[in-house]
């Protein structure tokens, strides 16, 4: 029987990708599916977008999701085409750029906002979603950025409040959206780096960080079983315990944290 294996958020970490894999035992006959954020924080963003090029080709069937940061440097091409500076200064965004070429922003533009896994009952997206909507009726900032949100007031009413807001920019009535979602189908996701790979009967989140030096999951679809790799090292640049300040950890569910 074929499989689908479903891998995390690589960030550059080409090398992380080809040792996990290789854990995997990953053959031709195997599906293979990104979950977005293949760029950015690690050295080897082309390397990256390839892989996922070659694998869908290989297969025949669509190998990646749009990331958050797929969309960024899609949106800064959209500005200097129209002639626009992008002003583009994260130091690895810069990078990014460096590397990418004609090529690789055409795949990427391509990117589909979920991919759905039918015989699974199962969805990949980015980010998440917003609670009381179908696949269909979602919108691109909730799929590629969902975080905490507040759907409902205390009494289970509706607010109308559609934002997301990082876990240390929320009020402290906002939670993460995994907390309002009840099916039908699983959902596979990465975006949010947790300490540990959040896992319940219609969840599984697999950014495990490895572009900070943590680790990089994959989800092996039909036994649903998580094969991982440590990240070599630590790309983060600040951007995990900004300024020398602590990481912050944030209770998402249960006994699992994500970073902000």
């Given at each position: ?7 995390g958020d690589l960030q550059g970490c080409h090398r992380e990708a080809q040792r996990l894999l290789k854990a995997c035992e990953a053959t031709a006959n195997d599906r293979v599916i990104f979950a977005g954020d293949l760029i950015d924080r690690g050295p080897d963003n082309d390397l990256c977008v390839e892989l996922a090029m070659e694998r869908e080709a290989l297969q025949g069937s669509r190998s990646c999701v749009m990331g958050n940061h797929e969309a960024k ?188």
């Amino acid at each position: 029987m074929s499989r689908t294996i479903v891998i995390g958020d690589l960030q550059g970490c080409h090398r992380e990708a080809q040792r996990l894999l290789k854990a995997c035992e990953a053959t031709a006959n195997d599906r293979v599916i990104f979950a977005g954020d293949l760029i950015d924080r690690g050295p080897d963003n082309d390397l990256c977008v390839e892989l996922a090029m070659e694998r869908e080709a290989l297969q025949g069937s669509r190998s990646c999701v749009m990331g958050n940061h797929e969309a960024k440097h899609l949106s800064y091409r959209t500005l200097e085409a129209a002639g626009r500076d992008p002003h583009v200064q994260i130091p690895s965004h810069i990078a990014t750029r460096k590397q990418l070429k004609d090529k690789h922003y055409e795949y990427l533009a391509g990117l589909p906002s979920y991919i759905r896994l039918p015989e699974h009952n199962a969805v990949v997206v980015h980010a998440g979603l917003y609670p009381g909507r179908t696949i269909e009726q979602q919108e691109d900032r909730h799929l590629l950025h969902i975080q905490m949100i507040k759907p409902y007031d205390a009494d289970g009413k509706p607010t109308g409040e559609m934002g997301t807001k990082w876990p240390s920019k929320a009020p402290p009535d906002w939670r993460f959206w995994t907390n309002f979602y009840d099916g039908p189908e699983t959902i596979i996701f990465g975006h949010s780096v947790f300490d540990k790979p959040l896992v319940t009967d219609k969840l599984w989140g697999i950014d495990g960080g490895a572009c900070f030096g943590l680790k990089l999951h994959a989800l092996i679809l039909p036994d649903w079983r998580l094969v991982s790799v440590d990240g070599e090292n630590d790309h983060g640049q600040k951007s995990r315990g900004r300024d020398g300040r602590p990481i912050a950890k944030y209770l998402v569910h249960e006994d699992v944290s994500t970073f902000s």
